[in-house]
């Protein structure tokens, strides 16, 4: 089986995640992984799709069709599975600051400083309750490595926020 990463964005509509996944079954393709958010008035929709050779550059050909008649943009990646991805160790680390900028690089930063790789991450920005405040939520899936230390990372995570002036916390998966 073939493997493709699709992104798409366009306007934000009803219907819009119906179109794509109906591009895909017309070529008799599988979507295994999706993720979808509304950004501004986009949607955006990342999914990871199975199927022979012929139909993934059918899917590309549908897409490119679609792209020109609408307000819509995509980019596709031919890919594998990533094994590794689901062996791993993880932790999940959150942070909850007064937004601005820097947040994701910086947080990004000490994961990558220590050559652990982000999987998952999602952030919004959102009015405090009660003061209105703009407060930044971060969460992130890292994958750790074999010889990686939980609690000697979860101790350098706490000191790293608090030099940082973010609260932070992380735990392991199960």
Do not use: W
């Not at 591009?23 to 295994?32: D, T, Y």
């Not at 490119?64 to 594998?80: C, G, N």
């Not at 992130?140 to 979860?154: K, N």
């Amino acid at each position: 089986m073939a493997y493709a990463v699709v992104s798409v964005i366009g306007h934000d509509r009803p219907g819009f995640v119906r179109e794509l996944s109906a591009l895909a079954l017309a070529q008799a393709l599988n979507i295994e992984d999706t993720r979808a958010t509304g950004l501004g008035n986009e949607f955006a929709v990342l999914m990871g799709v199975t199927g022979d050779d012929a139909a993934i550059d059918a899917l590309d050909a549908a897409l490119a069709d679609r792209a020109s008649a609408t307000d819509m943009a995509y980019v596709m990646r031919r890919s594998q599975h990533n094994a590794e991805r689901s062996r791993s160790r993880k932790v999940r680390a959150s942070v909850l600051a007064m937004d601005h900028p820097g947040i994701v690089h910086s947080v990004s930063g000490f994961f990558a400083d220590r050559n652990l790789n982000i999987e998952d991450m999602n952030t919004e920005s959102r009015p405090a309750p009660h003061t209105g405040t703009p407060m930044f939520d971060l969460r992130m899936l890292v994958a750790l490595g074999i010889d990686t230390d939980i609690e000697q990372l979860a101790k350098a995570f706490r000191t790293f926020c608090a030099e940082e002036d973010l609260d932070g916390s992380m735990e392991a998966t199960p």
